[in-house]
Structure formats: C-alpha cells, structure tokens
C-alpha cells in the first residue's frame, strides 16, 4: 500500500426541502491514501454496501439505527469534537455539531428552548452488536488507506434559516455557506490543503458568484458542468460539487448518513415536546405529507397559548 496521505472531505446536507426542523450539514474527514482514494471514489462493495450508501434509500423516518450506529462508531473513534462525550444521546449530537453548544440555544427565546432542547424519553436505539460491527468496517477501511478523523455536523435551525430568509439568502445558498464553513474548519484540522467533495447544492451550476466565507478568496475554475463543479483555492485545496455525491462517493454517503441521524434526533424533539401537550398527537417527519400538516394544525392552538413565535416552529418559503 503507498504511504503518501492526504485528507480528503465529504459533504453532504440532510433536511434541505422540509416544512419542520433543521437542515443539517454534515461533513467527515479522512486522511486517505493513494490506494485508499480508489475506494472513496467507488462505491462500497460486498457486507459494507449492505450498511453504507445512500442514506435515502438505507434509512428512513423513524428507522434510523444504522445511521445512528455510524454516529456512535466514528465518536468511538475520536472523531468527534475533543473533549466530549457520547454516552447519551445528547452528549452524541454535541460531540459532533459544528457549533458550539451556546451558540445553538442563543437564538431561542427561553420559554421555547423546550421545544429543540428536550431530551425527554430519549434514548439510543441501534444494537451495540451493529455498532460494533460498524467499528469493524471502520478499521478495514483504514487498513484499505481510509481513515475516517473527523466527523462535524452544521446544525441550521428554523429560526436561522427564516432570519436567512428575510436576508436575502435561500437555504441552497444557506447550505452552501455551511458546506464552505464546514471545509474551512476541517482544512485548519488538517494543517495542510484538501480535497473537498460536496453534494451537489441544487439550484447551482456556477457556485463562484454564490460563495459566502469563501467567496473573497481567490480561487480557479476547474470544471463547470451539470454533473460536477471544481474550484481550487491556493492554500485550501479543491472543491468539487458532485451530482449524487451521496451514492458515489463513501465519505459523501458517510457524511450524509450521519446527517440523517442529526437530523431525526432533532426532529424528534419536536415531535415528543408537543405530544406531551397534545393527547394523542401523531409523529410527524417534518416534511410536506399530510401526516405533518395535520400536525401543524393540532399544535396551533399550543403553540399560540405557548407564545411560541412561528419563526422557531416552521420554515417560510420553499428555497
């Protein structure tokens, strides 16, 4: 196997098109090699396609063990923020969110904190036999040249992303803007310039006019095409938007899943905080279904006599 390394990133967003609940962005980082690079770039085979791939099509609302047994291995691991936690569910979220824990409750009013914040009933739900299995394909990825080092999850709530809104900014533009925050920190890890490679944010073909922390640096056109866009950043390395990035690429697919757990975790939240104000309230996932309208139309009068502002409780607009 060759000993030259680099660190290569996966970015991918969960929760882009949703009524309820945050848009999560998540990326992994890993120090590959050049053999470890064939297998990032295809995707996974034999037991490890069975537990690793599109995140849509592996896990779903209310089923989301496999995705939350990544979480729990790559923490495991140190891949985690240092100096945290994972053994609840809560210490899991914060080990791998982006933001500091303060700065996530500073736009919450008080008496609505409840609502994103609860840890009520809560509670793991993956095996530790999948779990450990998981840490087993963990390790035979790293004997194959990936090691997996870092793992960070941007949390957006609503609040932010209408306050986004009323800015000017749409959630493509707001998750694009996390994927650059995301690679800037996790290149700073690194010490040294990467290879970022993000899902395709929708809505973009040219992402040089629509870049925010990036968008003063200098930086190269690599490639502009339906499928794939590449810019190099002297000093930073290259990042590539790539369609389908999350049933191509294994960090992408990785990033992605463990987004989805994030996601659901914080989803729930929600969903149990009301439902014990609400006798007999259904769950809801949160996207646009008639299970989560109905939803929204039994928690109105709660929420009203709650003061809760509609802001923190549902997106404005649709992109």
């Known amino acids: 196997m060759s000993s030259r390394q680099n660190f290569r990133i996966g970015v991918d967003e969960n929760g882009l098109g949703p009524r309820l609940g945050p848009m999560l962005v998540t990326a992994v980082m890993a120090r590959v090699t050049e053999d470890g690079a064939a297998v990032v770039e295809r995707k996974p085979r034999g037991g490890l396609a069975q537990r690793l791939g599109d995140s849509k099509a592996m896990v779903a609302y209310g089923d989301v063990a496999l995705a939350e047994a990544w979480a729990r291995a790559l923490a495991a691991r140190g891949a985690g923020r240092p100096g945290f936690s ?10 791998i969110a982006f933001e500091e824990r303060d700065a996530l409750r500073a736009r919450c009013p008080d008496h609505v904190a409840g609502q994103c914040w609860n840890t009520n009933a809560e509670g793991f739900s993956a095996t530790n036999e999948l779990v450990v299995t998981i840490g087993k394909d963990l390790d035979k990825l790293a004997s194959k040249g990936v090691e997996v080092v870092a793992v960070r999850s941007s949390i957006v709530c609503t609040k932010r992303l209408n306050e986004g809104l009323d800015a000017g900014k749409s959630r493509f533009t707001m998750d694009l803007h996390a994927m650059e925050e995301l690679i800037v920190s996790l290149q700073a890890m690194a010490g040294e310039e990467v290879e970022a490679i993000c899902g395709k944010v929708g809505g973009f073909g040219k992402y040089s006019g629509a870049f925010g922390p990036l968008g003063g640096r200098m930086h190269a056109i690599l490639q502009e095409t339906r499928p794939k866009s590449v810019y190099r950043f002297p000093g930073l390395g ?11 690429d294994l960090l992408v697919s990785l990033a992605s899943m463990v987004g989805k757990w994030m996601r659901e975790v914080l989803m729930e939240r929600i969903v149990r905080h009301y439902q014990g ?8 996932s949160g996207y646009h279904d008639p299970v989560t309208g109905k939803f929204v139309e039994a928690t109105q009068l709660v929420r009203r006599d709650k003061r809760v502002p509609n802001d923190c409780f549902e997106r404005r607009g649709k992109g």
């Open 86 to 95: 994972y053994g609840t569910v809560d210490d899991l979220v914060h080990a």
């Open 238 to 248: 290259d990042i590539a938007f790539v369609q389908d990035g999350d049933a191509t």
């Open 277 to 284: 104000m609400v006798p007999g309230l259904a769950g809801a």
